[in-house]
Structures are given as structure tokens and as C-alpha cells.
């Protein structure tokens, strides 16, 4: 019988509630804030555009719907554990296991192995006889379980085979065949020395009325007040978290600015000669590949004019020891 289609909730939902919780939060963290930070690591411009948007947090509402979701999934599996542990706990005798049909019967087995320490998965097979109904986890091995809720007719040895075969072909630790009626003499003879055991309807009746009378106290997992914190806290945390993200680092530092050149002093200044205020015309004439005219701009009398020119030979004959590269000015 092929498996059962499930959807994103379904799945959800078959997973322990805590999972849920978890799962809802680090789908809201991941869709609030990881579809952002992976367009920002590309070098594509359009990711990195799409980055942008994402960081107004536009994607808010999805987030919040995988959060939602996964809350009601994970309430879905709260409710679902209470109602197969009121399942277990309301059967009486023969009778009230005959009355339930094929998928309540296989709930019931389930949860009669998750009383007793198994970690239950449900196979979701669509139909009253699907091979595998359950797969039992236990200390590391696994141990494969299959449902028949016939109420008259003996389960034949051929089932017992089938079961032997997929036993070998999974490599599971056992198979557990669990019958609401009995067995036929064939079918015990061949589980007989093998890895199979086979569970009649008074055998499971006795495991269901063993495990009423212990009387075991709720465990934590099955307490309202237990999950309702949890989900409010998860949601107090998607709250408190930013809506926006950051703003983004520039990735590449610009470039920092040249430093600028120091000022080109007079060899007069250098070597403790007073500047005067025409000292500059000859050493930008110096540092010019051609030579030019310099006059002084207020009128000097000769006698400033031979002094001016007179100091003028002797920064540039100290301009020319101290800088040889530059040409030396011719003298006017």
C-alpha cells in the first residue's frame, strides 16, 4: 500500500511539540533575518538590491506565518499525545478494542509502545493492512511493528513471512506483529527461534491494564501549562527581536585621502635667515625647468635692490647645496 502524501503541517504536527517550538523559531530567525544576510554576501547587484528590501523587513509577515504555523502544528501534536494517552486509559476489555476501528487500533498499539519507552513513528500508510504500521527506536535498534485489527479471521503464516523478508531486507532489529485476534498454529510455528514476536488481542489487553495500573503521574510534555509557556515564549522572543535589520557596512573602506605635501620652506627660514617677502619668487624660479623675470611689487630704491639681490645669492647658493636636483636660477 504506497504512503500516505503529508504535507509541511502534517509533519509538523507528527514531530514532538517542543520540535515544533523550535523549528517555528528558527524558521521565523531564518526568514526575518538569513534571507538578507544571504543576498548580502552575493556579489550579484540585483541580490544585493533584493538585500536592501529585505532589510525594511518586508518579509515580516512571512516569518510570522512560519511561526503561527508551526505553533498550531506543534498544539495539533500536544493534543494529539493527550488524546492517545486518554485513548489508552478509557479501554475496559475485549470489547471496547474490538469497537475501535483499523487507524484507532494502530494509535492505541502506538501509544501502548510509547508508555513503555519506545520512541513511536507512524508511517502514515493509507489503509487497514500497509506492511509497516509503526517503527519502534529504542537504546539504538529498531524494531519494526505491524497492525491487525481483524476481529475473526487468525493471522496466517504468510504474513508472518512477509514480515520475516522486510525484518532481513531493513536490517531491523525485530518485527513485532500485534493482532487483534490470534494466530495460526503455521504462523507461531515459523516466528518460533526468530526475531518475531507475535501479540494477540489478550497479550495487548495485558499491556494496556499493566500500564492503567501503574498509574504513572503526567509527565511534563503532556501538561497544558507546560506548552502554553513554551509558545509564549517563543513568541515573546519573535517580539522582542528588531523588525528592520541594520543598516549595512559598507563593505569596501574608502579610500583614505593623500596626505598633503609640506609646505616647501625658504632655504633663508631653514638655515635661520630672515624670509623676506619676495624670498619666494626665486625658489618657485628654481624649481621651474625655464627661466623667468621676477620684479619686486612695491618700488625699491638701489640701495634695497642690491641688498634684496645680495641675499638672494646667498639662499640660493645654500637652496642649491641642500637640493642639487634643482637647477639653479639664473642671476638677474
Known amino acids: 500500500m504506497g504512503k500516505r502524501k503529508e504535507s509541511g503541517f502534517d509533519v509538523v ?3 514532538s511539540w517542543p520540535a515544533g517550538l523550535v523549528l517555528g523559531l ?21 541580490l544585493a538590491a533584493f538585500a536592501k528590501v529585505a532589510s525594511t523587513g518586508i518579509y515580516s509577515p512571512f516569518a510570522w506565518f512560519a511561526l503561527i504555523g508551526c505553533c498550531l502544528a506543534a498544539l495539533g501534536s500536544f493534543l494529539r499525545r493527550r488524546r492517545r494517552r486518554r485513548l489508552l486509559e478509557s479501554q475496559t476489555g475485549m470489547d471496547s478494542l474490538r469497537s475501535m476501528d483499523w487507524r484507532t487500533f494502530e494509535r ?14 507512524e508511517t ?6 500497509g506492511g509497516i504500521d509503526l517503527v519502534l527506536r529504542k537504546e539504538g535498534l529498531t524494531t519494526l511493528v505491524q497492525c491487525k485489527q481483524w476481529r475473526s479471521q487468525r493471522v496466517p503464516v504468510q504474513v508472518v513471512r512477509e514480515m520475516f523478508g522486510i525484518l532481513v531486507d531493513r536490517g531491523a532489529a525485530a518485527v513485532k506483529i500485534v493482532a487483534l485476534g490470534s494466530y495460526t498454529p503455521d504462523a507461531a510455528a515459523f516466528a518460533r527461534g526468530k526475531r518475531i514476536e507475535l501479540i494477540d488481542g ?3 489487553l495485558a499491556t494496556v491494564m499493566g500500564i492503567q495500573a501503574k498509574n504513572e503521574p503526567e509527565a511534563a510534555l503532556d501538561n497544558p501549562l507546560f506548552f502554553a509557556g513554551g509558545a509564549l515564549t517563543c513568541l515573546l522572543i519573535a517580539f522582542a527581536l528588531p523588525t528592520q535589520q541594520p543598516a549595512q557596512r559598507a563593505d569596501a573602506p574608502s579610500a583614505p585621502l593623500a596626505p598633503a605635501p609640506p609646505p616647501l620652506q625658504s632655504a633663508g627660514a ?11 619668487a626665486p625658489v618657485q624660479a628654481a624649481a621651474s625647468p625655464a627661466p623667468k623675470v621676477y620684479k619686486a611689487d ?16 646667498e639662499a ?15 642671476a638677474h
Do not use: C, H
Open 124 to 129: 502514515g500508510q493509507d489503509g487497514a493492512d
Open 298 to 313: 612695491p618700488p625699491m630704491s638701489n640701495e634695497e635692490l642690491r641688498d634684496w639681490e645680495k641675499r638672494n645669492r
Open 270 to 280: 631653514t638655515q635661520g635667515i630672515p624670509a623676506t617677502r619676495t624670498a619666494s
Open 26 to 46: 528558527s524558521a521565523f530567525v531564518g526568514i526575518q533575518y538569513g534571507i538578507g544576510w544571504l543576498w548580502r554576501s552575493s556579489s550579484n547587484p540585483y
Open 316 to 330: 640660493m647658493k645654500i637652496l642649491e647645496k641642500t637640493t642639487p636636483e634643482l637647477e639653479t636660477a639664473p
Open 202 to 204: 489478550r497479550m495487548l
Open 108 to 121: 492505541l498499539v502506538g501509544e501502548a509502545f510509547r508508555r513503555q519507552g519506545y520512541t513511536v513513528e
Open 13 to 15: 504536527t507528527s514531530m
